[in-house]
């Protein structure tokens, strides 16, 4: 029993690295629509914070103030506003994690930011330190084995350190609690890393046929982002799966589908992209009553690809079409969020949730759906869709390790001993 789990587990690590192998991204150059661009070209520019920002002259006008990279949106609901999110934002697919296949971003959390990104969302799994024996909480892609992003509270540092930079900018986190974390672990994490001090708590709402019951608040109860950015609580928090009642949680850790609603994820294939709600089960495939329970709208916009033993990857191959903002052409992000706001009777999606969030690009088509024309201090990053090289120095580096075809042999050898023991 223990010959056939070790094999078993071998083979399972040898199909993941496969996997790591076969979708490895650009190393030395980086190509989209049949063009490429040298190593060295840079790819991230900031933008001046006002036209003339970067004028020395005396009578140069001053800086003009953005909430969320654009002025018309201060005196806007929080609720009233459309939110790009990076799906799964800590797991990076670049030199860093080895080109990982099971990254779901090329840019880190604090270029995402800075790129106009303002929902970020993880999974939070408990690992076993193995020098001090001690229960961490660490952001893991379905398993710590597969990609480790660190500690929560060395990601809740980064994205702090970002927020002190950038004091007029309001975002929100999801939490995926894959490990039942109690709210007391939670908040320890946020107190350790110093985001504590940005956290917003809104008024607590209870229903009105069960007092005991948390529901979520009116829409127009949400601040505006002028609002947040003056109390200094510009960072909104939400968790899936918490293990216990929202009331016994600390006021600013928002139990996810108490205040949200999704459409389906784990899409396949383009043609299933779907708006009707999913969860909470509630309000599964009722969207009028997902409207009239004033819960906001995330919209996961993404696609998997199934690979052996159900493991699904992010579908690089078609996040270019995925993330296009082109409302005219079938299940890009530009024509859901069009045929969602249909669905919704008008109503914008407050979130949209994306893969690769720097293809397409995704943010035009928050900007479009926000109205903003002419967004202010945000960085421009590469639209690029990252393949790998043939003959790059990551590909050279795999031939003189023996290559894919000794990998694949040893998969089938295992594989069959495998087999052979079950």
Not at 184 to 205: A, C, F, M, W
Not at 384 to 404: C, I, N, T
């Amino acid at each position: 029993m223990q010959i056939r789990s070790f094999l078993k587990h071998l083979l399972l690590c040898f199909i993941l690295y496969s996997i790591g192998l076969a979708q490895t991204v650009l190393v030395g150059t980086r190509v989209v629509s049949g063009e490429s661009l040298p190593e060295n070209t840079a790819l991230v520019e900031k933008r001046p914070l006002s036209p003339s920002s970067s004028s020395s002259s005396p009578s140069a006008s001053p800086a003009i103030r953005a909430c969320n990279n654009s002025p018309s949106l201060c005196n806007r609901s929080y609720a009233n506003i459309t939110h790009l999110g990076a799906h799964d934002s800590p797991f990076i697919s670049d030199e860093t994690t080895g080109f990982s296949s099971s990254g779901n971003q090329y840019y880190n959390t604090t270029l995402q930011l800075s790129a106009g990104v303002r929902l970020l969302s993880a999974q939070l799994h408990s690992k076993t330190n193995s020098t001090t024996k001690v229960k961490e909480w660490h952001l893991c892609h379905s398993s710590c084995a597969l990609l480790d992003a660190g500690t929560l509270s060395n990601w809740l540092s980064e994205i702090k350190t970002w927020m002190d930079s950038n004091p007029n900018e309001v975002v929100t986190l999801v939490i995926v609690n894959s490990n039942n974390a109690s709210a007391d672990d939670i908040n320890t994490e946020y107190r350790t890393s110093g985001i504590i001090q940005y956290v917003y708590e809104p008024p607590l709402t209870r229903s009105t046929t069960d007092a005991s019951k948390v529901v979520a608040p009116p829409m127009s109860s949400w601040p505006t982002l002028n609002e947040m950015i003056a109390e200094d609580r510009r960072l909104v928090t939400f968790v899936a799966n918490m293990p216990s009642n929202p009331d016994t949680a600390p006021p600013y850790i928002l139990d996810e589908f108490t205040y949200v609603f999704e459409n389906p994820f784990e899409v396949t294939a383009a043609s299933n992209f779907s708006c009707l709600p999913d969860r909470p089960s509630s309000v599964a495939g009722k969207p009028q009553e997902a409207v009239d329970s004033n819960r906001l709208f995330l919209q996961n916009h993404f696609l998997d690809v199934k690979q052996a033993f159900g493991i699904e990857t992010p579908d690089e191959a078609e996040v270019a079409t995925t993330n296009s903002p082109d409302t005219t052409v079938p299940a890009t992000l530009g024509a859901a969020a069009q045929a969602c706001k249909r669905t919704y009777g008008g109503r914008n999606p407050n979130f949209l949730l994306v893969d690769f969030f720097n293809v397409g690009p995704a943010i035009d088509t928050v900007d479009q759906l926000n109205g903003v024309t002419a967004p202010l201090g945000r960085e421009s990053i590469s639209a690029l869709v990252q393949k790998e090289v043939v003959g790059s120095e990551a590909a050279r580096a795999v031939g003189r390790s023996g290559g894919r075809g000794s990998l694949l042999a040893l998969g089938v050898v295992l594989a069959v001993a495998a087999m052979g023991l079950v």
